[in-house]
T-cell receptor
Framework: SAVISQKPSRDICQRGTSLTIQCQVDSQVTMMFWYRQQPGQSLTLIAT?????????ESGFVIDKFPISRPNLTFSTLTVSNMSPEDSSIYLC???????????FGEGSRLTVL | KQEVTQIPAALSVPEGENLVLNCSFTDSAIYNLQWFRQDPGKGLTSLLL?????REQTSGRLNASLDKSSGRSTLYIAASQPGDSATYLC???????????FGIGTKLQVIP
């Protein structure tokens, strides 16, 4: 298993500003992911955070809007840039551990953009 | 493209009742299937993971089954308690770690 800490747990932001979410894992992991969950919707993968190289973004998500850092095997950040009300979501950090490929999630960061 | 459907979308039961949550998926070529619990505004807590070669997994009052050929999984909760109230999500892993498809979830309310 893995214990994942995310900060902040929630925030209210103004339109046009940026917010950085931090994700800390209690063990070294190869695979780290960032998801978005919009109100009433399922989870959508934003990107895979790669250690030592640029993140891999899914269709519809771009680096300018969601820059990601992965300085080591236990830590990653996601920045939501130039926010609009449509960015109001829960953002979730996730890792895969074990041979069975089990997914574990952080507590989530609930973002409200006014 | 994998699609995951969870029925019902919401369920309200009296405390002590046994219940079944359903998850169906369109592509049977899966790596594994995972059930999660999500409390309002929070992250996901892993409940059970069933590998593609397995038929079921049990943890305490929870039992999850998998029928790949029919594209179905069920989560059985025995003797439900108010603390079980949450949204339960099904996630299907297929073709690599990035290829995880989530259902929208079933919102469960257990009434004391």
């Amino acid at each position: 298993s893995a214990v994942i800490s995310q900060k902040p747990s929630r925030d209210i932001c103004q339109r046009g500003t940026s917010l950085t979410i931090q994700c800390q894992v209690d063990s070294q992991v190869t695979m780290m992911f960032w998801y978005r969950q919009q109100p009433g919707q399922s989870l959508t993968l934003i990107a895979t955070a790669n250690q030592g190289s640029e993140a891999t973004y899914e269709s519809g998500f771009v680096i300018d809007k969601f820059p990601i850092s992965r300085p080591n095997l236990t830590f990653s950040t996601l920045t939501v840039s130039n926010m609009s009300p449509e960015d109001s979501s829960i953002y979730l950090c996730s890792v895969v551990t074990g041979y069975a490929g089990e997914l574990f999630f952080g507590e989530g960061s609930r973002l409200t953009v006014l | 493209k994998q699609e995951v459907t969870q029925i019902p979308a919401a369920l309200s039961v009296p405390e002590g009742e046994n219940l079944v949550l359903n998850c169906s998926f369109t592509d049977s070529a899966i790596y594994n299937l995972q059930w999660f619990r999500q409390d309002p505004g929070k992250g996901l807590t892993s409940l059970l993971l069933i590998q593609s070669s397995q038929r079921e997994q049990t943890s305490g009052r929870l039992n999850a089954s998998l029928d790949k050929s029919s594209g179905r999984s069920t989560l059985y909760i025995a003797a439900s308690q108010p603390g079980d109230s949450a949204t339960y999500l099904c996630a299907v892993h297929s073709g690599g770690y990035q290829k995880v498809t989530f259902g929208i979830g079933t919102k469960l309310q257990v009434i004391p």
